[in-house]
């Protein structure tokens, strides 16, 4: 398992899933399973004398099956199986999980390293699934912050605005207007205006 590292199937596996010789009669099988029952589950593999992967039965098949009957006459030949080397996108994509709790894991002359659980599948693609969501979580989580803090200046200015407008005096009744300046350049005796005057119509 430390050969391939977390992110290969060989990895991930469980070494304990039950690996027993094709040529087993079931009910050796069976001693054996009770004398080793820690990884027991789902599945039982076959495999030959150079632990090369053969076969695959379920319990409820192995408990029907006749005690004396040859542990490699009664599984399924050519199981589906992820390779130890998979990546963990492959392993995700895999369509087997579909209808199996477990696959068995291979190596490339197809010796039986162990099998990958379902609650394993599961948990690697809650891993995929965060990794391809992480950044754009990150990038609403900034951009919500951003429209948060231009909020608060807008509502800081607008604040400001209205004190300083509710602090100025009201004008007196009684005060003169101010004269406007006017913006035509010249002293005021030089300006023409810019009317036509009363009496002659254009």
Known sequence: MTEYGPRRAG????????????????SEVFERLRAYPAGVMHYVYAIDSERRLTGVINMRELMLAPPDAPLGTIVTR?????????????????????????????DHDRRLLGALRYS????????????????????TASALAELCALGASAM???????????????????????????????????????????????
């Open 11 to 26: 990895g991930r596996l469980d070494p304990r899933a039950p690996a027993l010789p094709e040529t087993l009669l079931v």
């Open 78 to 106: 050519n199981p589906e199986a992820l390779f130890a080397h998979d990546p963990l996108e492959v392993i995700a994509r895999h369509a087997a999980w579909k209808r199996s709790h477990a696959l068995p894991v291979i």
């Open 120 to 139: 394993t599948f599961r948990a690697i693609e809650t891993e995929l699934g965060q990794a391809a969501s992480g950044p754009d979580v990150d990038r």
């Open 156 to 202: 800081t200015r607008f604040i400001g605005a209205a004190l300083a407008l509710e602090g100025a005096p009201p004008e007196r009744a009684d005060e003169q207007p101010r004269a406007r300046r006017s913006v035509l350049p010249g002293p005021p005796s030089a300006r023409r205006s810019v009317l036509p005057p009363p009496g002659n119509p254009r």
